[in-house]
């Protein structure tokens, strides 16, 4: 027995000892220098308490339009994904022979690094629908995409969903694959609507991978940075810039302030977790109630 453990202990310590190493020391260094203002380079530096989380909260208009920004991009994304990807999916499952063809095709842009996708769509959104606005007589498409604040929250969003609505989709398929054809046709006989059975049967029974699509796409949406860097880096101005830019410019580009950039990642590691958190202890109860 002895000798098992140490052998499973040897399996399991070189992933340890890694994630430690890269993920866990990082993660409590970047706790402590939240209450400092080290920059970055220096040897020395000094406690200064919670002066930079108040800072952070209180007097830095740039960093709290930054949130505002993202929770505004994590609402429309949260919804608009996962409804997206359910529908596709429901569509995608009923048909038959060609449900392997549109699976591929809808996933494929996933397979596309984001930062990639985000040029690919500058490109569109600068030289193609505006060149198909002059030929179509669709003039909502000739207008400064990127340029103009409103539209470029909109660029970034449709660019987001492009990319990674194909992944939830996946998910909601499997999902759906394990509901029993015999309920559906039974809800059917009995009189029900296609709305009515998905409704009463087909939601309350893929409730646990609507959860965790929620879980994913409430994260990603929240540390979003390369498809906001790709398409409008942050711009114009500072009008579309996300929490995570900030951090960065924060530390690396402009101020050089890690503690100060530091106490922001605390700030929005908290946000993340007690989102996450009411998400899933609410999605988790109506995973029960179904």
């Known amino acids: 027995m002895k000798n098992r453990n140490l052998s499973l202990l040897a399996f399991v310590a ?39 989380f108040v800072e952070a909260i ?3 208009p740039d960093f709290l339009h930054a949130i505002w920004f993202t929770l505004k991009y994590v609402i429309f994304m949260v919804i608009a994904q996962n409804v997206i990807a359910l529908l596709l999916a429901i569509l995608i499952e009923s ?21 990639i996708s985000a040029f690919i769509w500058t490109f569109m959104f600068s030289q193609v629908l505006p060149q198909l606005a002059a030929k179509t007589d669709m003039l909502f498409l000739n207008q ?3 340029g103009n604040p409103k539209a470029a929250f909109f660029s970034i969003i449709i660019v987001s969903l492009w990319h990674g609505v194909g992944y939830m989709m996946i998910i909601y398929l499997a999902a759906l694959q394990g509901v029993p054809q015999s309920l559906r046709e039974a809800a059917i006989i009995d009189g029900a609507s296609p709305v009515q059975t998905l409704v009463h049967i087909t ?74 958190f009411v998400q899933v202890f609410v999605m988790k109860k109506r995973e029960v109630e179904a």
């Not at 060609?98 to 596309?112: A, C, D, Q, S, Y």
């Not at 309350?204 to 994260?219: G, R, S, V, W």
Request: aromatic share 18%.
């Open 58 to 60: 209180t007097d830095d």
């Open 203 to 276: 939601l309350p029974m893929i409730t646990h991978a609507i959860t965790i699509c929620f879980f994913l796409t409430l994260n990603s949406a929240f540390k979003v940075y390369d498809v906001v860097y790709g398409l409008t880096g942050g711009g114009p101005g500072r009008a579309t810039q996300v929490i995570t830019m900030n951090i960065f410019e924060e530390a690396f580009s402009s101020n050089f302030r890690y503690g100060y950039a530091s106490a922001k990642s605390v700030l929005l590691f908290v946000m993340i977790l007690l989102f996450t």
């Open 144 to 146: 400064q995409w990127i």
């Open 14 to 52: 070189p992933a340890f000892i890694t994630y430690f190493v890269l993920l866990m020391i990082p993660t409590l260094g970047g706790f402590f220098y939240s209450f400092t203002d080290w920059n970055g380079l220096a040897k020395s530096y000094h406690f200064v308490g919670i002066d930079n």
């Open 95 to 115: 048909r038959r022979k060609t449900k392997g063809l549109f699976r591929t095709i809808f996933f494929m842009p996933n397979m596309v690094s984001l930062i």
